[in-house]
Every structure is written in structure tokens, then in C-alpha cells.
């Protein structure tokens, strides 16, 4: 009886993980066979492993890496967001089951095993939760700010600390126990850590920030007719990269440079890329100048061209002493409904095909941040590519 009763508990476990884990990331849980056979097996080894152990410490060595795998493998997320989204689903459950077990106490339980019971009505409360509650909000705005997920996880860290001193057992299950837990913890507040002083306290992305900078600077100087800037950026800059973006430039001009700019970053890559423009440069921006402007168009050509598309891409630039807007669009089909609100509040997101890390969305965010500007995204479908585009707005 017991031994059923145990089984079953821990697939409740391990689905009640698979799904908070999922809506803490907005994405539908599928329940393949696959899945369900693996969930299944995790029961009866563990269920089973639980029945013969009289520690409970030698369980739960075994059972909790084995849930943070499975939300590992299913989620995808770095290893500091796999270990917030584990600890936000244990102290869920946990706030569940508190209130359940003192209630099924009063409760006449007879043959039937009282965590059972405590088991599958939070289950039940689980799944009500993840349909009605928006874990993913409370996910997002955690990892948009990043230093509120450092304090998540240090709050973690001297909790288990105090409850590994005030309970201590002179044990080495017991050490083994806690140690993996606060070891874990202290790599999760490592990792954040490190990206925390990466952005805010060193030059961000120092290489690839200076070099879209340097063609702004060229552009700015080419209008100032500024010979001598001219020669001495092409002497800092001599790769051949950086000379075919000013190829054709002319001195004196502005808007003409910012369309062979356009021209000639598409000539940069190996694909067969059509660029629409369409180029509005009236005046100069009080807050926004030539060399920032250059910087973000770059940033979002390449970021455009670099997805692998076929269609066409489309730029929009208007500059009044009052206003400036820069749009481009291209071809772009998330694999899920979440993946639009996350290219600019997960550090390192890229829109590239390949698997690589994304240096440029990252930079433009905290520009246009700094200089109080907006940035929009939008995801429909456009009539001149015939397909799903994702429309990426900066306006000032």
C-alpha cells in the first residue's frame, strides 16, 4: 500500500515541477509519450527508492537534482534562471502544502496515507494556480531585474544557512544534504553576480559598442567635411569590414551617406538581402546625435540581415529638431508568444538563426535607455514580405 502510495506521490512531484516550471515561462506543456513514460519511471524508481530508505536526507540527495535536471532539459534557461524557476516551484508547493496539511489534520484520513491526500490536493490546487495566477509576470519582471534576482538568491543562500546550523545533525548525509544546496546556490549567485558587474560596472560589450560607434563618428565626419577625423579613423579602422561601409561617401552630406551607409552594409554579407529605406533626415536631434543614430541603425541592420532571411527588410528614418524614430523590419517567426518580450529583457538574446550570443540588442537597450528614449516591438505580418516580420521602433 505504501509502496503504491509512494509512486504515486513522487509522479505527482514531478508533474506538479513540469507544470509551474512551464507557466513560469508562458509556454504549453506537451505531454509526449516520451515524457509521460519518463515521468513515469521517475515514480517507480524513486517511489520505490523512498519505500525501502529510512533516511530521508539519501532521498532527497537523489530526488531534488533530478528535478532540476528535468526543469533544465525542458526549460532551456541558464543555469541561474533554471535554479531561480526550481526554487520559486519549491516555495510554491511549499505555500500550497502548508495550509493543506494543517487542514487534512482535523480530517478523518482512515487507511488512506495523509501526504497522499496532502499530495493530490495540491495538485489540484497547482493546476487551478497555473491557469489562473500569472506566474510568468512575476518570472519576467524577477529576471528584468537582475539585481532583484541576486537578492532572491542570497535571501535563499542565509536561509538554508540558518536552517542547516539551528537543525544540525552530525551526519555526512546531513552535510551532503545542505552542502549540495548551499554549494548550488553560491554558483546561481556567482553566475548573476558576474553579469551584474558585466553590465553596470565595465564598459558593456566594449569591442563591438566602439566599432559601431566609429562608423557613426565616420559619417559625422564625412557631413562636417572633417578631412582630418576622415584619415584618422580610416588609419584606427583599416579593416577591410569597416572601409566598404564608407565606400562612396560624400563630403557635405548627410542623408545621401546614411542611404550608401544602408547600401553598403548590405553589400557586407554573403546572402542576397533586399533593404527598403525610407530616409527623412530634416534637422538635427537635441538629444540624439548623428553618431548615436548611425550606431543604432547599424545595430539593427545587422541584426536584420544576420537572421538568415530572405524577405525583404524594411528601414524607417524620421529626424526633426523635435522627434526621431528609426524602425526596421524583417522576417521573424518566434517559436513562442513569449519570444518578442524577451529580446530586450534577457541579457545576451539574439534573433541570429545560429546559436550564438547577441552582443548588439543588448548594447542598443542600455543606449536607449540611457537617453530616455523608447523602444517598441512588434510581431504582424507584412504585406511587401508576405510573411511574419518583427517590427523593432526606437523612437526619441
Not at 532583484?148 to 539551528?166: D, E, M, N, Q, R
Not at 524614430?325 to 529583457?345: A, G, H, M
Request: contains cysteine; negative net charge.
Amino acid at each position: 500500500m505504501y509502496l503504491v502510495a509512494n509512486i504515486i506521490l513522487n509522479i505527482i512531484d514531478i508533474l506538479m515541477f513540469f507544470l509551474i516550471s512551464h507557466a513560469f515561462v508562458k509556454r504549453i506543456p506537451i505531454f509526449t509519450m516520451k515524457r509521460v513514460l519518463i515521468g513515469v519511471m521517475y515514480g517507480i524508481v524513486l517511489g520505490g527508492y523512498a519505500h525501502l530508505l529510512e533516511d530521508g536526507h539519501l532521498f532527497r540527495i537523489v530526488a531534488m537534482p533530478a528535478l532540476f535536471v528535468m526543469i533544465y532539459l525542458t526549460m532551456k534557461l541558464p543555469f541561474s534562471s533554471t535554479f531561480l524557476v526550481y526554487m520559486l516551484v519549491w516555495l510554491l508547493v511549499g505555500a500550497i502544502q502548508l495550509p493543506v496539511v494543517l487542514i487534512t489534520q482535523f480530517a478523518q484520513l482512515g487507511t488512506v496515507p495523509m501526504f497522499l491526500i496532502v499530495q493530490i490536493l495540491t495538485l489540484t490546487i497547482v493546476v487551478l494556480s497555473c491557469k489562473l495566477l500569472p506566474f510568468n509576470k512575476w518570472y519576467r519582471f524577477i529576471e528584468e531585474y537582475i539585481e532583484l534576482k541576486l537578492l532572491i538568491l542570497i535571501i535563499t543562500f542565509v536561509a538554508v544557512s540558518i536552517v542547516f546550523y539551528w537543525n544540525f545533525e552530525y551526519s555526512w548525509l546531513y552535510v551532503l544534504y545542505f552542502g549540495g544546496i548551499l554549494t548550488t546556490t553560491l554558483i546561481a549567485i556567482y553566475c548573476v553576480g558576474s553579469r551584474i558587474v558585466y553590465l553596470r560596472y565595465k564598459i558593456p560589450l566594449k569591442t563591438h559598442n566602439d566599432y559601431h560607434v566609429d562608423l557613426g563618428m565616420m559619417v559625422k565626419a564625412y557631413r562636417e567635411e572633417n578631412l582630418q577625423e576622415i584619415e584618422k579613423l580610416n588609419s584606427a579602422n583599416n579593416s577591410d569590414e569597416f572601409k566598404l561601409q564608407t565606400n562612396n561617401f560624400q563630403l557635405g552630406k548627410l542623408a545621401e551617406n546614411i542611404i550608401t551607409f544602408i547600401d553598403n552594409k548590405q553589400k557586407l554579407y554573403d546572402q542576397e538581402v533586399e533593404i527598403q529605406y525610407d530616409i527623412d533626415y530634416d534637422s538635427d536631434h537635441p538629444n540624439v546625435n548623428v553618431i548615436t543614430i548611425i550606431k543604432m541603425l547599424s545595430i539593427l541592420l545587422d541584426n536584420a540581415i544576420e537572421s538568415g532571411t530572405d524577405k525583404p527588410i524594411i528601414v524607417e528614418l524620421t529626424v526633426t529638431m523635435s522627434y526621431m524614430q528609426l524602425s526596421v523590419r524583417n522576417e521573424f517567426d518566434p517559436s513562442d508568444s513569449e519570444e518578442i518580450s524577451r529580446i530586450f529583457t534577457i541579457d545576451g538574446y539574439t534573433t541570429k538563426k545560429t546559436d550564438q550570443r547577441g552582443y548588439g540588442l543588448t548594447n542598443l537597450y542600455h543606449d536607449v535607455k540611457n537617453i530616455g528614449g523608447k523602444i517598441m516591438t512588434m510581431c504582424d505580418h507584412s504585406t511587401i514580405g508576405k510573411a511574419q516580420y518583427l517590427n523593432i521602433t526606437i523612437t526619441i
